[in-house]
């Protein structure tokens, strides 16, 4: 089974190619504000080190948010229509579960204005999801939670994480998409009644 694994929601673009659950080639790279100029470069690098073409995929996972709403639309775009054209099996994730693969906590997404987007995760699986304040995210790492993803926001260092791995640790929450042509992100952003 050949599947392209694809985020582009966030401040990555990760591209994956795993034959069998197995690496072939990936690309996990910092490119925020970039995603739109880099996905084909790290996409057509990591098919040629596969030796694929798109006529050899027999399914894409990507992830569906929530992350920035234009880099939300990259990889969905191109799964969608890649999907409509060859026949080729679609499934979306949450963005949080590549952060976190099958640990526990909270992975919070920087949503700016000192607040986060943050997702609760219990091995490979989204349990809750809502908008936190930095302060109330400080606040669980005190009563000892695990924090996880952009925890530069709490003055931690970002931990190094194999992101296109993540998307085949947590293949349990992969969700088949039946109409392609219905697929949309997943926005937060004007959800204020999530802030808690």
Same mark, same amino acid.
């Given at each position: 089974?050949? @599947?392209?694994?694809?985020? =582009?929601?966030?401040?990555?673009? *990760?591209? %994956?190619?795993?034959?069998?659950? +197995?690496?072939? &080639? &990936?690309?996990?790279?910092?490119?925020?504000?970039?995603? &739109?100029?880099?996905?084909?470069?790290?996409?057509?690098?990591?098919?040629?080190?596969?030796?694929?073409?798109?006529?050899?995929?027999?399914?894409?996972?990507? @992830?569906?948010?929530? %992350? /920035?709403? =234009?880099?939300?639309?990259?990889?969905? =775009?191109?799964?969608?229509?890649?999907?409509? +054209?060859?026949?080729?099996? #679609?499934? @979306?994730?949450? =963005?949080?579960?590549?952060?976190? $693969?099958?640990? /526990? $906590?909270?992975?919070?997404?920087?949503?700016? &204005?000192?607040?986060?987007?943050?997702?609760?995760?219990?091995? $490979?699986?989204?349990?809750?999801?809502?908008?936190?304040?930095?302060? +109330?995210?400080?606040?669980?790492?005190?009563?000892?939670?695990?924090?996880? %993803?952009? @925890?530069?926001?709490?003055?931690?260092?970002?931990?190094?994480?194999?992101?296109?791995?993540?998307?085949?640790? *947590?293949?349990?929450?992969?969700?088949?998409?039946?109409?392609?042509?219905? #697929?949309?992100?997943?926005?937060?952003?004007?959800?204020?009644?999530? *802030?808690?």
């Amino acid at each position: 089974m050949k @599947t392209l694994v694809l985020d =582009t929601c966030h401040k990555y673009i *990760v591209v %994956g190619c795993f034959e069998d659950d +197995q690496c072939l &080639s &990936s690309w996990n790279e910092w490119a925020w504000k970039q995603q &739109s100029e880099r996905f084909f470069e790290a996409l057509n690098t990591c098919m040629d080190q596969a030796g694929w073409e798109c006529d050899d995929l027999d399914q894409i996972v990507l @992830t569906e948010g929530p %992350g /920035s709403y =234009t880099g939300e639309r990259i990889a969905m =775009t191109f799964a969608k229509v890649l999907c409509t +054209q060859k026949p080729i099996d #679609l499934y @979306t994730i949450p =963005t949080y579960l590549i952060f976190a $693969g099958q640990n /526990s $906590g909270e992975v919070i997404l920087d949503a700016r &204005s000192n607040r986060v987007y943050c997702g609760t995760c219990e091995n $490979g699986r989204l349990v809750s999801e809502t908008i936190k304040t930095l302060d +109330q995210i400080k606040e669980d790492k005190d009563k000892g939670i695990n924090i996880m %993803g952009d @925890t530069y926001l709490i003055g931690e260092e970002n931990k190094e994480i194999d992101l296109a791995a993540n998307f085949i640790a *947590v293949k349990c929450s992969w969700k088949k998409v039946a109409n392609v042509h219905t #697929l949309t992100p997943h926005y937060l952003k004007n959800k204020e009644e999530l *802030v808690k």
